[in-house]
T-cell receptor, first 111, second 114 residues
């Protein structure tokens, strides 16, 4: 089973600040995803990223969000100006043999 | 659009009891179906999956059968253990929607008491 790591595990930030969440797959894959889970709620799809391009994004993924793979390995989610409602657990996932495997998540708290 | 409906929790059982968590789905194409488990303080782990009608996924004593006629993928386990206490998410992936994003149900929290 492929392993996905995420950094940081926890992040606390002030409203209006920019945050960058990072995802590092152990092996080389092309398909990546970001999801978020607000405390006590279901997991929601944010964006999928294939071959260095966004292939699909949800309504949640507005202009304050962006994704990129800056160095061919790390996969990042940037939130430009955080809001209180961005507080959530953010999961990175990658596809391997038609199944998505998730990282352990980054817990983001916006104050 | 695609959606997944799970039975509302929480579910509390005694050790060795039988478990069923109901899951039904709505999809435009022919989705793959998954159960993910989230243990306290951890991320999502794949529990089992089924990719076509009548397939049965199984793992760690859990089973679920892809029923196209009833659009269901109910999770079952014959004898639960305390270590099975977690939140269980049913999900589907429908590649016809573009990317193979997962659509999740709301999750069902299971507590197993000794």
């Amino acid at each position: 089973e492929p392993e996905v790591t995420q950094t940081p595990s926890h992040q606390v930030t002030q409203m209006g600040q920019e945050v960058i969440l990072r995802c590092v797959p152990i092996s080389n894959h092309l398909y990546f995803y970001w999801y978020r889970q607000i405390l006590g709620q279901k997991v929601e799809f944010l964006v999928s990223f294939y071959n260095n391009e966004i292939s699909e994004k949800s309504e949640i993924f507005d202009d304050q969000f962006s994704v990129e793979r800056p160095d061919g390995s790390n996969f990042t989610l940037k939130i430009r100006s955080t809001k209180l409602e961005d507080s959530a657990m953010y999961f990175c996932a990658m596809t391997y043999q038609e199944t998505q495997y998730f990282g352990p998540g980054t817990r983001l708290l916006v104050l | 659009g695609d959606s997944v409906t799970q039975m509302e929790g929480p579910v509390t059982l005694s050790e060795e009891a039988f478990l069923t968590i109901n899951c039904t789905y709505t999809a435009t194409g022919y989705p793959s179906l998954f159960w993910y488990v989230q243990y306290p303080g951890e991320g999502l782990q794949l529990l089992l999956k089924a990719t076509k009608a009548d397939d049965k996924g199984s793992n760690k004593g859990f089973e679920a059968t892809y029923r196209k006629e009833t659009t269901s993928f109910h999770l079952e386990k014959g004898s639960v253990q305390v270590s099975d206490s977690a939140v269980y998410f049913c999900a589907l992936s429908d590649a016809q929607g573009g990317s193979e994003k997962l659509v999740f149900g709301k999750g069902t929290k299971l507590t197993v008491n000794p």
